[in-house]
């Protein structure tokens, strides 16, 4: 397992968008089937106790999804790995939001809130991927990065914030999380490769070598610890095949959300990446819930 802590890159926000822009963005979340507001948190979230560090989670629909509620059977891994960890000694605050990319989730403001709320001592762990392939400004999203992790640059026109605005790589974006995370004293940040479909050739599962390359590379360049959750969950499905799988870690016809059993593997793949790390001072927050613990979802359907 690849474990890196380099150099510490520097970076300033993008310009904030208009009040007009965000809500147009917003709106163009809502459009996609995402329900809830930013800032709301899910009602089994805990309320965060000042005196205890704050693991921050942040992501896609894969880490959150919706209101993180299971309406639509559908988890994300964020909400079940609070179980993992020993609440008493540290606050966990999943506010990964579905719909978004490494781009979006920081020209939404919803990166920036998080940093006026961290303090020294804290922790990050990030996983986006599945959004950022899109188009750079399309009407509807304009989300998409530039894939890999580079410098190259390209300028738009966003149509959703209505600002003139200088578009990244995937990898640069997570190397400003990581940068910006650090200068607010992180004690640590992790950077997770995006967990797989459920798309298979012959008996083996589908890699995400697009994005896993470019996330590993990130983590090595601006110090940041990298879990390769990609190949740790494909692993797990592949040792337990494709119809068990399909059967029970994802909703009828789903392909990217897992269920609840499913976000529940997810989860114990994040935390058995965090194990393997050479040294992660997160790693000693952990416990291991009780299988009854993890059985149903707290609110929803489990699929």
């Known amino acids: 397992m690849m474990t890196k802590r380099l150099l ?3 970076n300033q926000f993008p310009s ?13 979340v809502l459009s996609i089937g995402i329900a809830g507001t930013a800032a709301a948190r899910p009602a089994t979230q805990q309320a965060i106790d ?6 921050w989670i942040i992501g896609d629909s894969t880490v959150r999804n919706g209101r993180d509620n299971g309406n639509n059977g559908q988890w994300g891994w964020g909400n079940p790995i609070a179980m993992f960890f020993d609440t008493t000694r540290i606050n966990v605050q999943n506010r990964a939001l579905g719909g978004t990319s490494s781009r979006s989730f920081r020209n939404m403001g919803l990166w ?10 804290d922790f990050v762990i990030m996983q ?20 890999g992790n580079g410098e190259q640059t390209r300028e738009i026109d966003n149509p959703i914030t209505k600002k003139h605005e200088i578009v990244r790589t995937y990898g640069w974006y997570l190397r400003q999380y990581v940068a910006e995370a650090k200068a607010k004293g992180a004690r640590e940040v992790i950077i997770c490769s995006p967990i797989p479909r459920n798309a298979w050739t012959a008996e083996k599962v589908n890699r995400n070598t697009s994005y896993t390359r470019p996330a590993a590379e990130a983590a090595e360049q601006s110090g940041a610890d990298f879990i390769d959750l990609n190949e740790i969950v494909a692993t797990r499905y592949d040792a337990e ?3 068990k799988v399909t059967d029970t870690y994802f909703p009828e016809k789903e392909v990217v959300h897992p269920d609840w059993a499913g976000a529940v593997l997810n989860a114990q793949c994040v935390v058995d990446g965090l ?14 819930p009780a299988s009854a613990e993890l059985q149903n979802p707290p609110t929803g ?3």
Do not use: Y
């Open 112 to 121: 920036e809130k998080i940093l006026g709320e961290m303090k020294p001592g």
């Open 128 to 147: 986006f991927g599945h959004n950022d392939s899109g188009p750079l400004d399309d009407p509807a999203r304009a989300r998409g990065t530039i894939h």
């Open 241 to 243: 095949g494709r119809k």
């Open 301 to 303: 359907k489990a699929r």
């Open 50 to 55: 000042p005196k205890l560090p704050t693991l």
């Open 8 to 10: 510490r890159t520097q």
């Open 16 to 28: 904030r968008p208009s009040i007009r822009g965000i809500v147009l963005l917003w709106c163009a």
């Open 275 to 288: 194990k393997r790390l050479e040294k992660s001072d997160l790693a000693a927050f952990l416990r291991q």
